[in-house]
């Protein structure tokens, strides 16, 4: 299943990103710290490196993340021109407090009140910008929801003389090349609910879960795990929480078991999971590669 979503008002949103970059001192970018290279948006990539502008990598809801995993994406990330990268919960305010000051570092140059440093807060849907903001702010600037594209337009605020932030909104990118990013984003809810099935999802979750976390979804649901594949964990799933299809004899509601996985995953109910590290991303990227393309006009 390739996922795919860019709702009209994101190709507003990008040509006024690139406007606004060009006022921007240091681009901000929030992750997901559970997904943090499916969850980089090459578009802002390339915006950023063509007015070579240095990079803030918040790798937030972190609580939620592997730490080790956190940690190893970090030291990735550190090794790139011209970024820093902090893990962080934008729910947390003395972690967010320290966002200006991580900033100032990129861009020393913009100190006081004559070189304001200026912030652009870039990022996916639903990864926190909204959060960050009115943390940043200290008072409710940008609606806030458990739902992808909340925000739908660009905003300037002013929170000092030292100190000026423009928020944008959610950006995915046309075409997202590579579906295992697809399923990753779609089970973090960054993806209208729209673009996919909840049971093709949490079917990608599930086996994620077998081969890395097994012992989170035993602990969560009470089943042993040996012996099972992702089909038979969503089915256990229904059978732990008496997910049942109403005149159909006791026949398993895999829907609704699918989104139990997918919620307690994204709640972190399940525990602190990191669906991809580097070394797992390089191997998927790797086996992508040698993948043969499918001819679909021949086929």
Partial sequence: MAIQWYPGHMTSARKKAAETL????????????????????????????????????????????????????????EQQPGVKAVAISCKKASDVAR?????????????????????????????????????????????????????????????????????????????IDHPLDGLMLAASHAVGVNAYIDEEVATFLAGFL??????????????????????????????????????????FDLEKAAAILLTDYRTGALGRITLETPLLRAARAKQLAETPAVDLEND
């Fill in 22 to 77: 060009a006022m921007a001192d240091v681009v901000v970018e929030v992750l997901d710290a559970r997904l943090p290279a499916a969850s980089s948006n090459p578009m802002i990539h390339e915006l950023r490196s063509f007015r070579q502008r240095p990079c803030l990598k918040l790798l937030n809801k972190a609580d939620l993340a592997d730490p080790a995993a956190t940690k190893a994406w970090m030291e990735y990330f």
């Fill in 99 to 175: 966002v200006p000051s991580l900033a100032q570092k990129l861009a020393p140059h913009r100190c006081d009140a004559v070189k304001p440093l200026r912030l652009m807060i870039m990022g996916i849907p639903n990864v926190g910008k909204s959060t960050l903001m009115n943390a940043l702010v200290k008072k409710k600037v940008a609606a806030v929801g458990d739902q992808p594209a909340v925000t739908k337009s660009q905003q300037r605020i002013d929170i000092s003389s030292r100190l000026t932030i423009y928020d944008t909104p959610g950006m995915l990118w046309p075409k």
């Fill in 210 to 251: 077998l081969d890395c976390y097994p012992a989170l979804l035993s602990a969560r649901y009470g089943f042993a795990t040996e012996g099972m594949d992702a089909v038979a964990v969503i089915e256990a799933v229904a059978k732990k929480r008496g997910c049942l299809m109403k005149g159909r004899g006791g026949e």
